[in-house]
């Protein structure tokens, strides 16, 4: 069952709960594919509360994130943000999208959202940093599942909902979406 769609001529944003709704034979294109949608689906019958947005085209995924509450932390995360290979740094913003359409539902049910990002991705940084978020603090994680045991140096980002309704406002990100 997907619970909302949000139609933007070119392609459609999904909101999804279960993993079956993801459709997996387009996989193959993405960064990551295996480990990610093995991620999605480990994360989604774990709370109530995560969901997959997806952007489709011409019934094909093109870009997807997960938004995933912990809680242990009792905060929300936007991970794993991923766009299909043709598709990325193109004017349509698949990415920019995707998040901002899980941002805004977040929002719905939080006050904040966090992210962790590579110290090494600029463009994702970038992408955040339009979106309002600003980077909190640093870290070294080590035993999180989609990094197979590799040290990175990541950086950790934190946006509130009163922010990201001032971007959504202004003239720097309005026009996305």
């Given at each position: 069952m997907i619970l909302k769609k949000v139609d933007l001529n070119e392609f459609e944003i999904h909101k999804i709960y279960y993993f079956e709704q993801i459709p997996k034979a387009q996989n193959s294109n993405f960064d990551y594919a295996t480990d990610i949608f093995d991620y999605y689906q480990t994360a989604l019958k774990e709370n109530s509360q995560n969901f997959v947005a997806i952007a489709i085209e011409k019934g094909e995924m093109i870009g997807c994130a997960l938004f995933r509450f912990y809680n242990e932390e009792n905060k929300f995360f936007?991970?794993?943000?991923?766009?299909?290979?043709?598709?990325?740094?193109?004017?349509?913003?698949?990415?920019?999208?995707?998040?901002?359409?899980?941002?805004?539902?977040?929002?719905?049910?939080?006050?904040?959202?966090?992210?962790?990002?590579?110290?090494?991705?600029?463009?994702?940084?970038?992408?955040?940093?339009?979106?309002?978020?600003?980077?909190?603090?640093?870290?070294?994680?080590?035993?999180?599942?989609?990094?197979?045991?590799?040290?990175?140096?990541t950086l950790i980002m934190e946006l509130g909902k009163d922010k990201f309704e001032n971007v959504l406002n202004s003239e720097t990100i309005a026009f996305f979406f």
């Open positions: 936007v991970l794993n943000v991923n766009t299909k290979k043709p598709f990325q740094h193109t004017p349509k913003k698949v990415a920019t999208n995707v998040v901002k359409f899980g941002l805004k539902e977040v929002f719905k049910m939080h006050d904040k959202v966090f992210l962790w990002v590579d110290k090494e991705n600029v463009i994702a940084q970038k992408l955040y940093k339009k979106l309002g978020f600003e980077t909190i603090d640093y870290y070294y994680p080590k035993n999180l599942d989609f990094l197979k045991g590799q040290e990175q140096h």
